[in-house]
């Protein structure tokens, strides 16, 4: 029986190279994006070289996702089209991401249940299927941070209403803002309804 490969340092680096522009949201810093990258890949604790290649797919496909989403949401009072586009793209980033979660999921299950039948196409790190994945969700977090950009641009500033002060400054909107709100939701659910008094 032959061990199991297990996914080196030098992949582990390479998958958290490829993420970083999807964690370039909140900062200008490279190097902080790919160790954010990283820490999410071990979330998934691949043990295989293919485990990991699928664990990136799916955060790469999720981000996407996310990124469509929000442009739609902050596109549809402006241009219908634009915000079905965005929501299509949403959509097909999230079939992606289901399909190499099962991926990932039935290779742990064989992994678990027989390690010496596994076969190198289950196994190994197949390194063009994950630049073609990288490649998609890229193309689609371009697209919705392009379209989000260029709408914002023409977007006409909103005058306030008379006896009602202006709005001084907007939150800048980031996934760590939005894990924190909902961190802080989840935490008055477990609270229990709030009352008045």
């Not at 043990?47 to 797919?57: D, G, I, S, V």
């Not at 009072?77 to 949403?90: I, P, R």
Request: hydrophobic share 45%; proline share 8%; charged share 20%.
């Amino acid at each position: 029986m032959s061990p199991i490969p297990a996914p080196s340092p030098a992949l582990r680096e390479q998958a958290a190279a490829a993420l970083a522009p999807f964690f370039m949201t909140g900062t200008d810093d490279a190097a902080v994006a790919v160790r954010e990258a990283a820490a999410l890949l071990d979330e998934y604790a691949p043990m295989t070289p293919k485990e990991l290649q699928l664990a990136a797919q799916i955060v790469a496909y999720d981000f996407a996702a996310l990124a469509c989403l929000g442009a739609s949401a902050t596109v549809r009072t402006q241009d219908l089209d634009v915000m079905l586009d965005l929501q299509d793209s949403a959509l097909s980033m999230n079939a992606l991401s289901d399909k190499s979660t099962r991926a990932l999921e039935a290779r742990r299950r064989e992994r678990e249940r027989a390690p010496h039948t596994l076969s190198a196409a289950n196994t190994q790190w197949d390194n063009t299927a994950f630049r073609k994945a990288i490649a998609r969700a890229q193309e689609k977090l371009l697209y919705a941070n392009t379209k989000l950009a260029a709408l914002q641009q023409k977007a006409p500033e909103p005058t306030p209403e008379p006896g009602k002060p202006p709005a001084v400054s907007a939150e800048q909107t980031t996934l760590s803002l939005l894990a924190h709100r909902g961190a802080e939701a989840a935490a008055a659910l477990v609270k229990g309804p709030r009352t008045r008094q």
